[in-house]
């Protein structure tokens, strides 16, 4: 399906789409270093009434949901759309990276800012499992919404207005 030309272009595209899904992903990971290494600093200061921040909490988690299914949605609208009705298919069409990139960059802050939320939480004087808790989720999300070039692929074959077979990619 693809010519070596266009592999070569592929997989340098997803190369940096890869770069960035780990950076994502480092970023994270050191919001827990940092709660970690502020973590007895945090402990001797005063928190938040404990009835706003378990309502902060609630507020968070639902939202969370959301931006989960968001990004959910999001993916799929983009690899399970139709072809596009074109007179003549296209032996060559260009590929679809950035059109992919921006879908992936899109789900992949949605999932980041889960984290971040937890983050907050914690910062505001929340516990540390909650914290965790919306790290684990977050990160699972971004592993969920992990770059695949097979996604690419798909689009480009919607691209060129052939009829692409109903195999779940997600």
């Known amino acids: 399906m693809l010519t070596p ?10 190369m940096t789409i890869w770069i960035i899904w780990g950076a994502m992903i480092a970023s994270l990971l050191l919001y827990v270093v940092v709660a970690l290494l502020l973590g007895d600093h945090l402990l001797s200061r005063e928190t938040f009434d404990p009835g706003l921040l378990t309502t902060l909490t609630r507020i ?7 931006l989960l299914l968001v ?12 072809p596009e009705m074109i007179a003549e298919p296209v032996q060559a069409p260009p590929l679809p990276t950035g059109q992919y990139m921006t879908n992936l960059l899109i789900c992949l802050a949605l999932c980041e800012a889960i984290g971040i939320f937890g983050f907050v939480l914690y910062m505001l004087g929340g516990d540390f499992t909650t914290f965790v808790l919306f790290i684990a989720v977050g990160l699972a999300g971004m592993i969920y919404f992990r770059p695949s070039s097979r996604h690419v692929e798909k689009l480009m074959a919607i691209n060129s207005g052939r009829q692409v077979t109903n195999q779940p990619l997600m």
């Open 5 to 14: 030309d266009k592999r070569k272009q592929l997989q340098a595209a997803m």
């Open 71 to 82: 990004a959910f949605f999001l993916r799929r609208s983009l690899l399970n759309r139709q």
């Open 60 to 66: 968070f988690m639902a939202i969370s949901a959301a």
